[in-house]
């Protein structure tokens, strides 16, 4: 088998690219940053002894998604890990759009084509995981971090709706989404915020994200704790949601 992982330089994707590679699937990997993806491939060869490919891609740079696909589609991918992203902490009205367009273009464009292309190769042949990565954030509204919450609100219910569509075509493809809540990666320094919750661990994750991949579970999350917190928003209007939100965002310290 073969994997695609996106966003595999740091944090939940290198981690899920070391635990595909620990169970002997060759992988794929890409990210922005080179000197990272050779780093993570030589460690992956020489630990596993699987099969690595770097591909240096900018996501945020709508050509990139398309470059990506096409220049792996020759392999036959069995496996899309559909996770870069990236959030932008602060007031709506302060925040700089410049950087929440490419935020934009990254969580919701990006992931949109390689999830669409992807998942045409895998219809065809009948066979295949996708795991996108999104965040128990997709349930609910977010202030102080209205645009991530947004995007990973996209992903949930495009995700959702897809599960659904091969669920009633009988489909051999499997769709599962993760949804942890704070994770320890660099994601709280790209989006300049510290989280005074403790968050889960990144390698820990990966690895239970992966057997619950295999095992077709739709919806995967980091505990019982964040799986609560998604029936709560259910259960809740979205008035409560988004006040309960802002109250523990505002309790997140800034750099």
Known sequence: ??????????????DIARSLAKHGINVIITAR???????????????????????????SKEAHAFKLYDAVKKYNIDI???????????KFAETDL???????????????????????DFKKRGCGYILNTASIAGFMPGPYFSSYYASKAYIVRMTQAVAEEL???????????????????????TARVKFRSKPSNSEKLAEHAVREMFAGKL??????????????????????????????????ERF
């Open 1 to 14: 088998m073969i994997a695609l992982v996106t966003g595999a330089s740091s944090g939940i994707g290198r």
């Open 33 to 59: 940053r080179r000197d990272r993806l050779i780093e993570l491939k030589n460690e992956l060869m020489n630990e596993y002894g699987v099969k690595v490919m770097c591909i240096a891609a900018d996501l």
């Open 80 to 90: 899309l890990i559909n996770n870069a992203g990236f959030g932008v902490f602060g």
């Open 98 to 120: 410049e950087r929440e367009l490419q935020m934009l273009d990254v969580n919701v464009k990006a992931f949109h084509i390689l999830f669409k292309l992807f998942l045409r």
């Open 167 to 189: 669920r009633k075509e009988r489909s051999g493809v499997n769709i599962s989404m993760l949804c942890p809540g704070p994770v320890a990666t660099e994601f709280s320094e």
């Open 219 to 252: 919806f995967i999350t980091d505990s019982w704790l964040t799986s609560s917190l998604r029936v709560l928003a259910k259960i809740f209007p979205d008035c409560f949601a988004a006040a309960m939100a802002g109250c523990f965002q505002s309790k997140r």
